[in-house]
């Protein structure tokens, strides 16, 4: 029954990751988004609710990852690799806290605050390139610790 727990949850990651990149996706088009002055109020509006969507299924991620997911499974199976897992627990605390200091600067700004508008999509650009490093890190983590072989074999 285990197993089939651990399956699972690694479906739900599986799909929980998906969805993210789809949302962080989003995200990236509309920061992209070009509109003039007058267009300012609905791109601030679109920010607003897709960071706000961002923050959740992140969150939900990253506490798939530390319940049970792949860094209790790395720290199981490859004791020597658990610096690497603690380097990316680090960086989930510092996403959460970025995330807990831009969500309410950004659902108070003003339309009529277009430099500091802006200022805040760049932090939110560096914020998405932040975790795509990260998640190719978990992924090198994920690739060495499950499909390198220790030999030993005859």
């Not at 200091?101 to 108070?108: C, F, N, Q, T």
């Not at 508008?117 to 390139?129: M, P, Q």
């Not at 932040?130 to 074999?153: C, F, K, P, V, Y």
Request: net charge negative; aromatic share 6%; charged share 30%.
């Amino acid at each position: 029954m285990q197993g089939i727990e651990k399956l699972s949850q690694a479906n739900v990651a599986k799909m929980e990751h998906q969805i993210l990149d789809h949302v962080k996706q989003a995200l990236r088009v509309t920061l992209d988004w070009r509109v003039p002055s007058v267009g300012l109020p609905r791109k601030l509006n679109s920010v607003q609710f897709t960071l706000q969507s961002f923050q959740r299924h992140l969150e939900r991620l990253l506490d798939l990852e530390e319940q049970g997911g792949y860094m209790a499974m790395v720290a199981e199976k490859k004791p020597n690799m658990h610096f690497r897992v603690e380097r990316l627990a680090e960086d989930h605390a510092s996403f959460r806290s970025a995330m807990r200091d831009l969500l309410p600067v950004v659902e108070a700004l003003q339309e009529y605050q277009c430099e500091e508008f802006e200022a805040i999509c760049r932090e939110i650009e560096e914020l998405l390139e932040r975790i795509d490093r990260h998640d190719t890190e978990e992924i090198a983590l994920l690739q060495e610790a499950l499909l390198m072989d220790e030999g030993g074999e005859g």
